[in-house]
């Protein structure tokens, strides 16, 4: 499948590849750092005694940052399992790094805070926990396992431990700066990750409401502007069926004409009676069954080529749902994205779920499209040849109104299942 270009730039700057180079970035500091500290020791003692160990891990560290470059070029997102990994090589080679030059005693070795702090900011907090122990283990055993440094242990000897109590002070703060950061800063992260996803359902919905009202006023519009040359054709079929000199399969044509006009006179009122009642509270109580079997059988009026059958489950007797107009018509939608599919029959399923009623329209049609049923009910609007766009969007709508949603997924063989899921409501209910 071929990618555009403004995809790729979309997926090149996508916030987990922009959170990887900036861990590179501040990597490439800290290497730089080091080298400087690995210049000044030859420039200072004119000597590269003990800095075998020290020079492999500058090298190793700076081809893990040169192939984690290369990689933050390529348009592919960065999963948590790989950005931990990131964490975990830098806790790892970090800890060799200090183990070939003081340990504990490098004042470098506060560097540990740094991957902690990018964990409790970007990754889950199993994760934050999972880079915190493994720093604090590191730090903890560079106080006792390390190789002096000349730099930084000018009196201290291999294998000896570490007593001196800076040092361990130092170790002392890591470790309550380690806790407080693993704790506090994960839960102010996952605040801001939760008010930043509110934020964007918010907006998404103004954005469906706005286009909905949009519609709404087009339709209000549309029902007005129907409403005059409707009068006249049905005027005119009444004249044309008034003339005795039409043979038998002309009357029949328009009486056929008058039958589709006076549909579209109902059809139009209807939508002209929503329109002034929307306003109020025009909610009924209506039993499931009745709301399915009317609908789907009003509907099968205007598509006479596809056939229907129904299936009840035990749990739908003597359910009951609250119901208008919009609602019957957002039934009606899913059940002509069912017809429009390709589908030369459509089964209707109800029955009850919890505190739900739930209705299932299935299809044996081409089925959704993958990359359809991503945006299906976002407040994207695309045509397409399986029929979904605006139709299915007032349904998502509508249905939410009431407490509902819509779900839609492929069938294991062919064509496609929606379910409609409404709160159940009691008999008695106002």
Excluded at 55 to 71: D, E, H, K, V
Excluded at 209 to 216: E, G, K, N, R, W
Excluded at 294 to 309: C, K, L
Aim: glycine share 6%.
């Amino acid at each position: 499948m071929r990618v555009s270009k403004p995809a790729l730039q979309a997926r090149a700057s996508s916030p987990t590849l922009e959170n990887l180079r900036s861990l590179l970035i501040i990597r490439s500091i800290a290497l730089l750092g080091q080298i400087g500290v690995l210049c000044y020791v030859l420039l200072v003692n004119r000597t590269t005694e003990d800095l075998l160990g020290m020079t492999a891990c500058l090298m190793a560290l700076a081809l893990l940052t040169g192939l984690s470059f290369w990689r933050s070029s390529k348009p592919m997102p960065v999963s948590d399992l790989e950005f931990l990994t990131q964490l975990m090589l830098d806790v790892l080679l970090w800890t060799a790094l200090m183990y070939f030059t003081g340990g504990a005693n490098n004042p470098f070795i506060s560097y540990y805070i740094v991957p902690l702090v990018i964990a409790a900011a970007v990754l889950p907090w199993r994760h934050t926990w999972l880079v915190a122990v493994a720093s604090l283990l590191a730090y903890s055993l560079l106080l006792y396992w390390y190789r002096p440094f000349p730099l930084f242990t000018p009196h201290a000897h291999m294998g000896h431990g570490n007593n001196n109590v800076h040092v361990l002070g130092m170790w002392f703060n890591f470790l309550f700066s380690a806790g407080l950061i693993t704790y506090f800063v994960v839960r102010m992260a996952t605040q801001l990750r939760l008010q930043e996803s509110r934020a964007v359902a918010q907006r998404e919905q103004r954005l469906r409401t706005d286009q909905i009202m949009a519609v709404a006023s087009l339709a209000a519009g549309t029902a007005h502007e129907l409403g005059t040359p409707l009068s006249t054709m049905t005027v005119l079929v009444d004249e044309m069926l008034a003339n005795k000199d039409l043979d038998e399969q002309a009357q029949q044509d328009c009486r056929m004409l008058q039958q589709q006009l006076q549909l579209c006179k109902s059809t139009l009122g209807e939508l002209t009676r929503t329109a002034e009642l929307d306003a109020g509270d025009t909610s009924e109580t209506i039993a499931l069954e009745d709301f399915v079997r009317h609908t789907v059988e009003r509907w099968a009026v205007r598509r006479p080529g596809v056939s229907y059958q129904f299936r009840r489950d035990a749990s739908g007797i003597d359910k009951f749902i609250l119901c208008d107009s919009t609602l019957c018509q957002a039934f009606e939608n899913l059940l002509n994205n069912a017809a429009d599919a390709g589908s030369d029959r459509v089964e209707v399923g109800y029955g009850s779920e919890g505190n739900n009623a739930r209705i299932q329209i299935r299809d044996w049609g081409h089925g959704i499209a993958p990359d359809l049923l991503e945006n299906i009910g976002k407040p994207i609007i695309r045509a397409s040849r399986s029929g979904l766009g605006i139709g299915l969007l007032l349904s998502h709508a509508t249905v939410e109104r009431y407490g509902g949603r819509v779900e839609l997924r492929n069938a294991a063989d062919s064509g496609a299942i929606a379910t409609l899921y409404l709160p159940l409501v009691s008999s008695q209910h106002d």
